[in-house]
């Protein structure tokens, strides 16, 4: 099986800054694409940032030029460096995987979700 760990969530002040990480653990064949999506309480779950295995990346509009993914593919490991983070950044942070594990099928794995707090 395959497994994703978030870490790095906390309660950080407007203007402040949090990097999640995200491992991927198991029988891994392959991982073609890494990613991040939020989940604020009564709204539909969204993409935050996602990474290709070629590192292509495609992020939110609401995002741009304050978030960055990053990937160590040695390490299975993907980033989320948030800065100059907003309010409105306060959610639930999911890590999310396509990958192929060693068994064959190619599934979309879920990490538990990391909580993210901005406030004063």
């Known amino acids: 099986q395959v497994q994703l760990v978030e870490s790095g969530g906390g309660l950080v002040q407007p203007g402040g800054s949090l990097r999640l990480s995200c491992a991927a653990s198991?029988?891994?064949?392959?991982?073609?694409?890494m990613g991040w999506y939020r989940q604020a309480p009564g709204k539909q779950r969204e993409l935050v940032a996602a990474?290709?295995?070629?590192?292509?990346?495609n992020y939110a509009d609401s995002v741009k030029g304050r978030f960055t993914i990053s990937r160590e593919n040695a390490k299975n490991t993907v980033y989320l460096q948030m800065n100059s983070l907003k309010p409105e950044d306060t959610a639930v942070y999911y890590c999310?995987?396509?990958?192929?594990?060693?068994?064959?099928?190619?599934?979309?794995?879920w990490g538990q979700g990391t909580q993210v707090v901005v406030s004063a």
């Open positions: 990474i290709t295995s070629g590192g292509s990346t």
């Open positions: 999310n995987a396509d990958v192929t594990a060693e068994t064959g099928p190619r599934v979309n794995s």
């Open positions: 198991g029988d891994i064949f392959s991982i073609y694409s």
